[in-house]
C-alpha cells in the first residue's frame, strides 16, 4: 500500500508521450501509462484490518494543492529506472508527504524525491534528451494497492481525497 498523487487522463497523455520519446535498449520495461503515479508514502504490506486506518488518515489532512513541473528526464542506476523528476517540489506536496508518513508510522524514508518513474530495469543509462516540462495541477492524493505477484505490477486506488484550493503565490 502506498499514497500517491494519480495523474488525471490529460497529465497521463502528457507522461506517455514523454515516456515514448525515451530511447530504451535491452530488457527495460516501459511502465504502463495506467501505472503513472507519485509516491508520497510507501505504507508497504498492510493487514486488513488496517485498511480503515489508513483511509482515516487519507481523510484527515488538510493541505493544499500544489502545481508540480516534471521537468527533467534521470537514470537512477541502483534501482535500474529512468524517471521524469521534478527539480523542485513543492512545500506543499513536500507537508503531505511528511505527514502522511508521520500519521501512517512509516520508518524514515529518504525525503521525497518528486517524480513518475517511465522504465524500470534500465540497465543502461539511456541518452536523455532535455525534457519539455510537463505541469500538474494536484488537486487530490489516493491510497493505492499494489499487486505485484504477475508479470507486471497492477496498481488500483483504494480511496482518494481532496487539497484545499492552492495557495496563490504572492
Same mark, same amino acid.
Given at each position: 500500500?502506498?499514497?500517491?498523487?494519480?495523474?488525471? +487522463?490529460? #497529465?497521463? *497523455?502528457?507522461?506517455?508521450?514523454?515516456? !515514448?520519446? %525515451?530511447?530504451?535498449? @535491452?530488457?527495460?520495461?516501459?511502465? =504502463?501509462?495506467?501505472?503513472?503515479?507519485?509516491?508520497? +508514502?510507501? #505504507?508497504? *504490506?498492510?493487514?486488513s484490518a488496517?485498511? !480503515?486506518? %489508513?483511509?482515516?488518515? @487519507?481523510?484527515?489532512?488538510?493541505? =493544499?494543492?500544489?502545481?508540480?513541473?516534471?521537468?527533467?528526464?534521470?537514470?537512477?542506476?541502483?534501482?535500474?529506472?529512468?524517471? !521524469?523528476?521534478?527539480?523542485?517540489?513543492?512545500?506543499?506536496?513536500?507537508?503531505?508527504?511528511?505527514?502522511?508518513?508521520?500519521?501512517?508510522?512509516?520508518?524514515?524514508?529518504?525525503?521525497?524525491?518528486?517524480?513518475?518513474?517511465?522504465?524500470?530495469?534500465?540497465?543502461?543509462?539511456?541518452?536523455?534528451?532535455?525534457?519539455s516540462p510537463?505541469?500538474?495541477?494536484?488537486?487530490?492524493?489516493?491510497?493505492?494497492?499494489?499487486?505485484?505477484?504477475?508479470?507486471?505490477?497492477?496498481?488500483?486506488?483504494?480511496?482518494?481525497?481532496p487539497l484545499?484550493?492552492?495557495?496563490?503565490?504572492?
Amino acid at each position: 500500500m502506498f499514497f500517491a498523487l494519480w495523474p488525471d +487522463a490529460s #497529465v497521463r *497523455e502528457r507522461i506517455a508521450k514523454a515516456a !515514448a520519446g %525515451l530511447r530504451l535498449s @535491452g530488457a527495460a520495461r516501459p511502465v =504502463p501509462p495506467e501505472n503513472y503515479h507519485l509516491t508520497l +508514502a510507501f #505504507v508497504g *504490506e498492510v493487514p486488513s484490518a488496517s485498511l !480503515a486506518v %489508513l483511509q482515516q488518515i @487519507g481523510r484527515t489532512q488538510r493541505q =493544499p494543492g500544489c502545481t508540480i513541473s516534471l521537468d527533467t528526464y534521470e537514470h537512477w542506476p541502483e534501482s535500474r529506472v529512468v524517471a !521524469a523528476v521534478a527539480r523542485q517540489t513543492p512545500a506543499a506536496m513536500n507537508g503531505l508527504s511528511t505527514r502522511l508518513r508521520d500519521a501512517a508510522q512509516v520508518p524514515r524514508q529518504e525525503p521525497l524525491r518528486a517524480h513518475v518513474t517511465l522504465a524500470r530495469k534500465v540497465a543502461q543509462a539511456p541518452v536523455l534528451q532535455a525534457m519539455s516540462p510537463i505541469e500538474w495541477s494536484v488537486r487530490a492524493f489516493s491510497l493505492v494497492n499494489s499487486d505485484t505477484r504477475g508479470s507486471h505490477a497492477v496498481y488500483t486506488v483504494v480511496d482518494s481525497w481532496p487539497l484545499l484550493d492552492e495557495t496563490p503565490t504572492p
